[in-house]
């Protein structure tokens, strides 16, 4: 499909007289639907101030210019069969494809996996990645359920739900393997639908992808970021009791493992606060008070505030860094949960006074007197000292929260 792919599983197969050729292919995205009224005609240009990876590596390899790549759907080049027991391919690995250059160049649409891991399968127009690869560095354990560099791929779904997601085009977002450097450049979805017989020009924000548990991923949207953000990460093993993963065993049947995860770090450029919201729990309290987290300035003191993986947080797990405009959240597997944009206004004054006469509390009440509200509604986020720059936020009342849950 255009769109999305999700994974096959393939075990107890018997191939009679099939040579590798003609066993399957891969085609790439159609050149065809890069046009105004399916996939759109985008280039991703790294001198975009919002495309802050060197993008270098991407010259005269795509043909689009300095740094340019030129977008398409990018479903078929999320293709993903998996071999559980080696009867399909010959011996256990996970095929992905269609891949249109070899080696990856780092930045590129597509599953953004390493070659350190992955051997080209030519048959196919795929790779095939082998668990166990550079072991060494990146050993099995709480988070990681298989040992080596990209060893248990799977699939994650960014979805923004906004009123707008079908009309705001916030593509292609970046996602990158912050081990490696390899990026997967996502556009939105292709235009499926017809109006008064033209089609619609609405393109569903929602983007797929493929990354392997038990790793750090960044996330970049090229336009304004959607206010609510659903993650999905639908066929990682959910818990140790349910993980029966073959691949990760070398063949031995009944290895079992722990949860899957992965850590986001979302860029949102913006300094309108986030929380993260489940289905289970409702919203979620930071893993962390600020006040033991950031320093006077307002910049992070403590880095083990940042979820990370192993460190036994729960799903949903998350920091909102309100000056770098960075949400840090846990993902656990066959789970989702939602970033949502909290109705927060951020206030900077700078003060003609010294560090020493100013007095936060007596600020606080003073600015609530005047707006008329309480002053728990008021937060001091940095205090600067030289002539005093001051940052806060005004929250919304109790009442308007609660009707946001």
Same mark, same amino acid.
């Given at each position: $499909?255009?769109?999305?792919?999700?994974?096959? =599983?393939?075990?107890?197969?018997?191939?009679?007289?099939?040579?590798?050729?003609?066993?399957?292919?891969?085609?790439?995205?159609?050149?065809?639907?890069?046009?105004?009224?399916?996939?759109?005609?985008?280039?991703?240009?790294?001198?975009?101030?919002?495309?802050? =990876?060197?993008?270098?590596?991407?010259?005269?390899?795509?043909?689009?210019?300095?740094?340019?790549?030129?977008?398409?759907?990018?479903? /078929?080049?999320? &293709?993903?069969?998996?071999?559980?027991?080696?009867?399909?391919?010959?011996?256990?690995?996970?095929?992905?494809?269609?891949?249109?250059?070899?080696?990856? +160049?780092?930045?590129?649409?597509?599953?953004?996996?390493?070659?350190?891991?992955?051997? $080209?399968?030519? /048959?196919?127009?795929?790779?095939?990645?082998?668990?166990?690869?550079?072991?060494?560095?990146? +050993?099995?354990?709480?988070?990681?359920?298989?040992?080596?560099?990209?060893?248990? %791929?799977?699939?994650?779904?960014?979805?923004?739900?906004?009123?707008?997601?079908?009309?705001?085009?916030?593509? %292609?977002?970046?996602?990158?393997?912050?081990?490696?450097?390899?990026?997967?450049?996502?556009?939105?979805?292709?235009?499926?639908?017809?109006?008064?017989? =033209?089609?619609?020009? !609405?393109?569903?924000?929602?983007?797929?992808?493929?990354?392997?548990?038990?790793?750090?991923?960044?996330?970049?949207?090229?336009?304004?970021? +959607?206010?609510?953000?659903?993650?999905?990460?639908? =066929?990682?093993? $959910?818990?140790?009791?349910?993980?029966?993963?073959? &691949?990760?065993?070398?063949?031995?049947?009944?290895?079992?493992?722990?949860?899957?995860?992965?850590?986001?770090?979302?860029?949102?450029?913006?300094?309108?606060?986030?929380?993260?919201?489940?289905?289970?729990?409702?919203?979620?309290?930071?893993?962390?008070?600020?006040? #033991?987290?950031?320093?006077?300035?307002?910049?992070?003191?403590? %880095?083990?505030?940042?979820?990370?993986?192993?460190?036994?947080?729960?799903?949903?797990?998350?920091?909102?860094?309100?000056?770098?405009?960075?949400?840090?959240? !846990?993902?656990?597997?066959?789970?989702?949960?939602?970033?949502? #944009?909290? +109705?927060?206004?951020?206030?900077?004054?700078?003060? $003609?006074?010294?560090?020493?006469?100013?007095?936060?509390?007596?600020?606080?009440?003073?600015?609530?007197?005047?707006?008329?509200?309480?002053?728990?509604?008021?937060?001091?986020?940095?205090?600067?000292?030289?002539?005093?720059?001051?940052?806060?936020? &005004?929250?919304?009342?109790?009442?308007?929260?609660?009707?946001?849950?």
């Amino acid at each position: $499909a255009p769109d999305a792919f999700h994974p096959h =599983y393939f075990s107890g197969m018997t191939r009679e007289d099939v040579p590798d050729q003609g066993l399957l292919r891969f085609h790439d995205a159609d050149p065809s639907w890069r046009n105004p009224s399916d996939c759109g005609t985008d280039v991703y240009d790294s001198s975009h101030p919002l495309a802050y =990876y060197d993008d270098e590596d991407a010259i005269g390899v795509h043909g689009g210019g300095a740094g340019g790549v030129p977008l398409n759907c990018d479903g /078929p080049r999320h &293709i993903y069969f998996q071999d559980v027991d080696g009867s399909l391919l010959g011996s256990p690995g996970t095929l992905l494809g269609a891949l249109a250059h070899q080696p990856r +160049p780092q930045v590129e649409q597509g599953t953004p996996y390493v070659d350190a891991a992955c051997d $080209a399968a030519p /048959p196919w127009s795929a790779v095939k990645c082998v668990a166990g690869r550079a072991g060494e560095s990146r +050993p099995a354990g709480p988070g990681r359920p298989v040992a080596g560099v990209f060893a248990d %791929p799977q699939l994650v779904v960014l979805e923004s739900r906004d009123a707008d997601s079908e009309d705001r085009n916030v593509s %292609p977002a970046k996602l990158v393997d912050q081990g490696t450097g390899a990026a997967d450049l996502l556009v939105s979805a292709m235009d499926h639908g017809w109006c008064f017989g =033209y089609t619609c020009q !609405k393109r569903l924000s929602t983007f797929w992808s493929v990354v392997s548990s038990g790793e750090v991923y960044s996330v970049n949207f090229t336009g304004t970021p +959607p206010r609510v953000l659903r993650v999905w990460f639908p =066929y990682a093993a $959910a818990d140790a009791e349910g993980a029966l993963i073959d &691949i990760a065993c070398s063949g031995q049947r009944g290895c079992r493992f722990m949860v899957n995860e992965v850590v986001l770090h979302i860029n949102y450029f913006e300094p309108n606060r986030r929380y993260v919201w489940t289905e289970e729990a409702g919203r979620v309290d930071p893993s962390r008070s600020l006040s #033991t987290c950031l320093d006077a300035t307002g910049q992070l003191a403590d %880095p083990s505030c940042i979820p990370s993986i192993g460190d036994g947080t729960r799903h949903g797990a998350f920091f909102w860094h309100q000056l770098g405009s960075m949400l840090y959240v !846990k993902v656990r597997g066959g789970q989702h949960l939602e970033v949502r #944009t909290e +109705p927060v206004i951020m206030v900077s004054a700078t003060l $003609a006074l010294s560090i020493d006469d100013f007095y936060a509390e007596r600020y606080v009440e003073n600015v609530a007197y005047v707006l008329g509200i309480d002053p728990s509604r008021i937060k001091v986020a940095s205090v600067v000292a030289g002539s005093v720059v001051l940052q806060f936020n &005004i929250e919304a009342s109790q009442s308007e929260v609660a009707g946001l849950q």
